[in-house]
């Protein structure tokens, strides 16, 4: 396939065509000029123009730099350019027939250059369609619509738009629908759907039947059970319009914020990356795979996902495989550790990475409380373990993903954060090719551990929805949000900064879960609504804060080219005092001691302290 060549041979066999199509529009332009299939005769007279044009034709395409017309992003300029080889191939056809006098018909040339560019750009075209239809078949989830109704064909015609799953077949009990061919889709029965779920034909089942009452659903659904594949149910349309869909709403994460998106689509991120080779890190976690699913957009060369979850990491990248195969971009799926430096460097040095975006760490605050040693082991040594690889291979870019809880940690994982951002300060300060920078993430919607999923869980089985302080506030940004300003992050670095969003006001996380329980279409419980979902109060955890901060000190902020996007310059340690807290930590590490660990951080970690918890009010 195309698409798992290397660049360079892409290249070879883009320019093999196009040389090739020379000689075949030269012979159309004979073809139409003298109205007959075979002008033998008079290609014979015109050999020496024909064999002038063949040979100038590598030339011109390479000069005109065809064959690196990237086919996922053929635009006008591309066909400017292939227009442009044309128009210079029949004007070399032109000065030949002149040079050598051999009178050659004066329009040959002019219908040789139509014929070249319409060969040349509607072939691109049609391997454009080709490869995106073989990348669809190819990685997209094979369905089974059961029904055959208006209902089950408005389906299929909808899903022929989605690249993530493609309508293989109907099902329907109805006898005279057996066999019937509807809107390109047979019609099997259950027997039929049985046979191609075994064979691998069909991984889901989407029931489309929204006149059927509840009982006739619910007996369809137990009866596809045996099946082992997945089963969705399309709800009735009576339900949809009056609101009696037993199935609560999803919570878009944008209708939470509590204000307006900040637009961070600037040209200069696509510009930063584009043709770039970046690898991420954490590729299959929440972050991280916005990141690669963003960066598709910005047309880098190569992305190299860098995962220790092999499950994680197969995700990712089959969710990437059919966008990346549109944009003709490379997608490097590679396990590991940030800890092991020998496989850092062989994935830095053997990919040729330009920008390493570091999202690779240990988050959760009560998980990490209770595994400091695991917490600094991947935040801490990780970090310097990647960053020390990343200036040796003499990357150019490296952006750390880092927290708010990083400021005047309370919590292992947050102080773990903010060491982490002092090794990069500290590398800033030397570095001569690598320009490292941090960027200070709120709370995530969405993002494995936040909220969103948490409370959507609760609020699904019927509650209680569970926070653990009525004031407790955090600042709030969703994924595409967090993953664009990490982009944006790398585009604005000159070395050393901490880049901020600027996120409004905090928001109550009790107001969250209120909000989320009436947009889900339920109400919250009170004494006057025994029947609603109750909100319980359950009390901070360990190393929990009421509220988070941003910034350090807040007088060290300067402008960037964006309004919401803050630039910090905060303090650092010294190169004497960074080594002597890594060697500490490596120590500590290594012993299992997990006292010396939380010393390390109470002496390094500046402002870090163990909160004194009162006890929460009833809410």
Not at 67 to 86: M, Q, V
Not at 250 to 269: T, Y
Not at 287 to 305: D, T, Y
Not at 504 to 517: E, F, L, N, Q, V
Request: charged share 20%; glycine share 8%; aromatic share 6%.
């Amino acid at each position: 396939m195309l698409n798992a060549l290397p660049r360079r041979m892409k290249r070879m066999v883009l320019l093999t065509a196009d040389i090739l199509l020379v000689p075949i529009a030269l012979y159309a332009a004979y073809v139409l000029r003298y109205g007959t299939a075979v002008p033998f005769e008079r290609l014979s007279a015109d050999w020496p123009i024909l064999l002038t044009t063949f040979a100038a034709a590598p030339f011109i395409i390479v000069f005109c730099r065809l064959p690196w017309i990237k086919l996922s992003t053929l635009d006008f300029r591309g066909a400017l350019r292939i227009a442009a080889a044309a128009g210079i191939l029949a004007i070399i056809a032109s000065l030949a027939s002149v040079a050598l006098s051999i009178g050659s018909p004066r329009s040959i040339p002019g219908i040789f250059a139509v014929s070249f560019f319409i060969l040349s750009f509607f072939g691109r075209v049609g391997a454009i369609l080709g490869l995106q239809q073989l990348a669809k078949s190819r990685t997209a989830t094979p369905v089974a619509i059961f029904g055959a109704g208006a209902a089950g064909i408005q389906l299929s015609s909808a899903l022929r738009q989605s690249p993530e799953v493609v309508p293989v077949c109907f099902v329907d009990d109805d006898p005279s629908y057996r066999g019937l061919n509807i809107a390109g889709l047979r019609v099997r029965s259950r027997d039929g759907l049985k046979r191609m779920v075994a064979n691998g034909q069909v991984s889901r089942v989407l029931v489309a039947i929204p006149s059927m009452d509840q009982a006739g659903i619910s007996r369809i659904v137990e009866e596809l059970g045996d099946l082992g594949v997945e089963i969705q149910v399309l709800p009735s349309f009576v339900d949809l319009i009056s609101g009696r869909s037993k199935e609560l709403k999803l919570v878009a994460p944008e209708a939470l914020l509590g204000r307006e998106k900040v637009n961070l689509d600037l040209p200069v991120v696509a510009k930063s990356y584009a043709g770039r080779t970046v690898m991420v890190t954490g590729a299959g976690g929440s972050i991280g795979s916005e990141l690669c699913k963003q960066l598709l957009e910005c047309n880098p060369e190569r992305i190299v996902l860098f995962e220790q979850s092999e499950y994680a990491l197969y995700e990712v990248e089959a969710a990437l495989r059919a966008g990346a195969a549109q944009k003709n971009v490379e997608v490097v799926a590679r396990l590991g550790s940030v800890c092991d430096r020998q496989r850092v460097d062989d994935v830095l040095q053997n990919q040729n990475v330009e920008i390493v975006l570091h999202a690779a760490a240990y988050k959760h605050v009560p998980l990490i409380e209770e595994n400091e040693i695991e917490g600094a082991r991947n935040n801490i040594l990780g970090t310097k373990t990647l960053a020390e690889a990343a200036m040796a291979a003499e990357v150019e870019r490296f952006i750390l993903v880092s927290t708010d809880k990083a400021v005047r940690p309370t919590n292992i994982m947050g102080a773990t954060k903010r060491l982490a951002e002092l090794v990069l300060q500290d590398l800033a300060t030397r570095s001569v090719k690598t320009r490292f920078s941090m960027v200070r993430f709120g709370n995530v919607l969405g993002s494995s551990g936040s909220v969103l999923p948490l409370f959507q869980k609760q609020i699904r089985h019927g509650g209680p929805v569970t926070v653990t302080h009525p004031d407790v506030t955090r600042f709030f940004m969703t994924i595409p949000e967090a993953s664009r300003l990490v982009l944006l992050a790398g585009a604005f670095s000159k070395g050393g900064d901490v880049f901020v969003l600027d996120m409004g006001k905090p928001m109550r996380i009790i107001d969250i879960a209120r909000r989320m329980i009436e947009m889900s279409g339920a109400t919250v419980q009170s004494p006057t609504n025994p029947g609603g979902i109750e909100i319980k109060v359950t009390g901070l955890r360990p190393g929990e804060k009421l509220y988070e901060e941003l910034l350090i000190d807040n007088a060290s902020l300067t402008e960037t080219p964006h309004e919401k996007i803050l630039r910090a310059e905060e303090e650092k340690h010294s190169e004497i005092m960074t080594a002597r807290m890594l060697m500490g930590f490596e120590a500590a590490v290594d012993a299992a001691n997990t006292e010396e660990v939380r010393a390390l951080v109470a002496e390094y970690a500046s402002g870090y302290h163990i909160p004194d918890h009162a006890e929460p009010a009833k809410a």
